[in-house]
């Protein structure tokens, strides 16, 4: 169980949505300054922000830190990074806390499948249980 406070959560939450907005902004200059990507970038910062400005006892930051914390370090499973590098992309009116409410949904579907590549199995069918 990580010891990650809120506000180092916040920090590392927002250096990891401001490395993946830089990693957009790439792509709209690999592709013909491809307005979503843009969209994303700008997006993905103002989430950033959102979350440092988060009072301590928002009910999600300990949910997140449980589920996505490893050390000092923001680490989130797959649906979790996935949606974060997509992130108003298709949908441009996505709300900051909505979104944020759906991460933690993601977090924790991510959790129940770690180390378990093929989701969960049926009782006595997991070779590795």
């Keep these: 169980m990580s010891r990650m406070s809120g506000p180092d959560f916040g920090r590392a939450f927002a250096d990891y949505c401001r490395t993946i907005a830089e990693w957009r902004r790439h792509k709209a200059d690999e592709y013909d300054r491809d307005l979503r990507n843009i969209r994303v ?8 922000e959102h979350v ?4 301590d006892d928002d009910p999600r930051l300990p949910e997140l ?5 490893e050390g000092e370090a923001f680490r989130p499973g797959q649906r979790v990074h996935y949606e974060l590098g997509r992130f108003r992309f298709h949908h441009p009116e996505a709300g900051l ?33």
């Design 65 to 69: 830190i449980r589920l996505t914390a």
């Design 41 to 48: 970038a700008r997006g993905l910062e103002a989430l950033a």
């Design 97 to 129: 806390d909505p979104f944020l409410d759906h991460l933690v949904e993601l977090a924790i579907l991510d959790a129940g499948e770690r180390g378990r590549f093929g989701g969960r199995m049926p009782e006595g069918d997991d070779p590795w249980a």
């Design 52 to 55: 440092l400005e988060l009072p």
